[in-house]
């Protein structure tokens, strides 16, 4: 992947003059005042490593596997966030691992615990390196380095019960290589989150991953049936059954913990037969409002779609795929939603057939295939805009949040007026005006849906600076507005004190012994998650 942004470098494509005007007058977007650094240029800190630790750690997973050159410690710094990017792009280096351990078994990820932990040497488990939260930066402070812990090599499909529809997989498998394997026993995850080209399985379970067909296929945390994880004081199993009722699920100690606690090496995992048919297509509702409650009938009461997603009506108006038309719509006729159905052809017509008369009885106008499967077509791509606006001078993010349907009307509100409050330009009578911030209902159950906002600005001379404090200003709103600091993004570094005042008090305390525990030396990713 793009050390410097995201996915394949060959995809990246630059903004038409058209897009780029538009930005200017929209917003005052202007080109920043120095190119991003080349790769040449990242600023790197010395290696700490010392010889003795890197002759035990080469004997752990064998001399290849442990690099120490420039390419594989820069590649390992940090995730995908926006501040992520903007300090690589800056050719900021800092934050680099000292080495890039690759280990191949179970057995080798235990023992470089275990030398880490002898040698006080954090640990950053590493699937895709695509977290936007801030999950990839360990540190420093108290240890005698940092390592980060690719699980790539980890790849295997260790088995299939196709009697009980599950799989064992490792957890280094990245999502396509994963389907791809399921495939040939005809069987697949359903899981499709927009890091899917490049995020791995061990990741979806490390951040309680949420996928773009959640609605049918539910959450990543939903498929996890058992874990095997390596901790400093030892292997974790759980999970032996369906569902049980012996004891507290300690499966839930690991997922969203975010290598906090331990590394998941493998996982078995519910299975569902590859769809014979995959139909999407596009409804129009007149507000966001309307197809809101739209959206909260056919959660509710069912037959649940797929996928089932709402744009604004920003975020629609901008996201069209011609100027002024979608599938034939106005830019200013309301809000899309995009329905999608997998499965068996007569269960498709089943779930189409009474979804649309849900749909269409609560304002919804149909609009046909062409905007189901533009979204399908390009859902995991927007990344590559996101470096296209940052090259081009603007500000842009994400940040997502969930919480119950009544609430869903306050918390919208609150983020929406942060954001515009916080991003505004400093001199209002200069060129360019107020951020544009756009939503979508991204994963609806039958008591709430996620929030997925994205916000872009122009940027201020400390784009950092800029971002930190409306993402300061954005999660103290979302805990007032009632929602939650994250639905599938998970805590990082940027979520820690937001988090901590979500479980309160005697949560973190919980947390913390889980935490001294499994890993009394501290060197697990340290500095994230645990507030």
């Not at 399985?201 to 539910?218: E, H, Y």
């Not at 331990?262 to 966001?288: C, D, H, I, N, Q």
């Not at 979508?440 to 916000?455: M, Q, R």
């Not at 947390?511 to 499994?518: D, G, I, M, P, Y």
Request: proline share 6%.
């Amino acid at each position: 992947m793009l050390w410097s942004g995201w996915g394949d470098p060959a995809k990246a494509a630059e903004l038409p003059e058209s897009v780029r005007k538009l930005l200017r007058e929209l917003l005052g977007v202007r080109e920043p005042a120095r190119p991003a650094a080349s790769f040449g240029e990242v600023r790197l800190r010395a290696a700490a490593l010392s010889p003795l630790i890197l002759a035990d750690l080469r004997r752990a997973v064998g001399g290849e596997h442990v690099r120490v050159d420039d390419d594989a410690r820069i590649r390992h710094t940090r995730g995908k966030s926006t501040p992520d990017l903007l300090r690589m792009r800056d050719g900021d280096g800092s934050d680099a691992p000292d080495a890039v351990l690759l280990p191949g078994s179970h057995d080798e990820v235990l023992e470089v615990l275990r030398i880490c932990a002898h040698h006080r040497v954090a640990v950053v488990p590493f699937g895709g390196g695509t977290s936007v939260v801030g999950g990839l930066v360990a540190s420093r402070q108290g240890f005698a380095g940092v390592v980060a812990l690719d699980m790539a090599r980890l790849n295997r499909l260790i088995s299939v019960d196709t009697e009980s529809m599950v799989a064992e997989l490792e957890a280094g498998l990245r999502a396509p290589q994963a389907e791809q394997l399921l495939a040939r026993h005809g069987l697949t995850l359903g899981h499709f989150p927009q890091s899917y080209e490049y995020a791995t399985l061990g990741g979806f379970a490390a951040a309680r991953s949420s996928g773009q067909a959640s609605a049918g296929f539910g959450r990543f945390d939903d498929m996890v049936v058992g874990v095997t994880v390596a901790t400093p004081s030892g292997t974790l199993e759980s999970g032996r059954a369906p569902k049980s009722a012996a004891g507290p699920d300690l499966r839930q100690l690991v997922l969203g913990s975010e290598g906090a606690f331990g590394v998941v090496t493998s996982m078995r995992l519910r299975v569902r037969r590859a769809p014979a048919e995959k139909v999407y297509e596009g409804w129009r509702f007149g507000s966001f409002s309307a197809g809101t409650a739209a959206l909260r009938r056919v959660a509710q009461e069912g037959p649940l779609p797929t996928v089932l997603r709402l744009s604004d009506e920003t975020e629609t108006m901008v996201g069209l795929a011609k100027p002024g038309e979608i599938g034939g719509v106005r830019p200013d006729a309301g809000c899309l939603a995009v329905v999608g159905y997998e499965g068996e052809a007569g269960d498709v017509a089943y779930r189409r057939e009474r979804t649309a008369e849900t749909l269409s009885g609560l304002g919804g106008v149909y609009l046909g295939p062409e905007p189901g499967e533009a979204w399908s077509h390009g859902r995991f791509s927007a990344p590559y805009l996101r470096d296209a606006l940052l090259s081009a001078g603007a500000t842009v993010e994400t940040l997502e949040t969930a919480c119950f349907w009544s609430g869903i009307p306050r918390l919208y509100d609150a983020v929406r007026l942060v954001l515009s409050v916080a991003l505004a330009p400093a001199d209002l009578s200069g060129p360019g005006g107020p951020p544009l911030v756009m939503c979508h209902l991204s994963h609806v159950y039958g008591t709430g849906a996620s929030l997925y906002f994205t916000v872009v600005a122009s940027q201020t001379a400390d784009p950092l600076g800029q971002w930190d404090t409306a993402k300061r200003a954005v999660n103290e709103a979302i805990g007032l507005a009632g929602g939650t600091i994250s639905h599938h993004h998970g805590v990082g570094r940027d979520h820690k004190t937001a988090y901590a005042a979500e479980i309160g008090e005697l949560g973190v305390e919980i947390l913390r012994a889980v935490k001294e525990r499994l890993d009394p030396a501290g060197i697990l990713n340290p500095g994230v998650l645990i507030p």
